[in-house]
């Protein structure tokens, strides 16, 4: 009887033992998973050059969180926004983006203007221009502006804003 009596306690120890392990085993599966989203949320953002937080905006429904460089290889740069979660595609689709490109070592500006759409790319909104630009990694300034895509000779600038000193070098 004492032999059966200590068995019976043995093993319920035995199961309560393996049941914590279990726990403990859930828990640390739903931190990595955690971190693993982590690091995914911010692996695009991290591959920018020269992201900044600029909560600008081009009118009240069309507002730009962040700004980064984006390079695609050697000569072809992207010009990343990264949008206001509340701003719509369709007001993006009304648009179209002009950017201005100074910079002391140019004999003239760089002009150049595309129709976005939004990006979506890890849960967050994005539009993005793409210029070739060589031998190029720095600007004294940006101007970027909106104007109508429909009636575009009509509308003139609609809304814009400035951005100062971006360097796109390379991360080492």
Not at 31 to 41: G, N, P
Not at 119 to 145: A, P, Q, W
């Amino acid at each position: 009887m004492k032999k059966g009596l200590f068995i019976l306690l043995l093993a319920i120890a035995v199961v309560a033992c393996k049941s914590d392990k279990k726990e403990v085993s859930e828990t640390s599966d739903k931190e990595d998973e955690l971190v693993e989203s982590t690091i995914k949320t911010n692996s695009f953002e991290d591959k920018l050059l020269d992201l900044r937080d600029v909560n600008l905006q081009f009118n009240e429904n069309y507002k730009v969180e962040k700004f980064g460089i984006q390079k695609m290889n050697d000569s072809l740069i992207g010009f990343v926004f990264e949008l206001d979660k509340a701003t719509a595609a369709e007001t993006v689709k009304a648009y179209s983006v002009g950017i201005r490109v100074f910079d002391a070592t140019l004999k003239e500006s760089i002009n150049f203007s595309f129709s976005p759409d939004i990006e979506e790319i890890e849960g967050r909104k994005y539009i993005i221009g793409k210029k070739h630009l060589n031998n190029m990694t720095y600007f004294d300034s940006l101007s970027v502006y909106i104007y109508k895509r429909k009636d575009w000779k009509g509308s003139g600038r609609l809304g814009g804003f400035k951005l100062r000193d971006i360097l796109f070098e390379d991360k080492k």
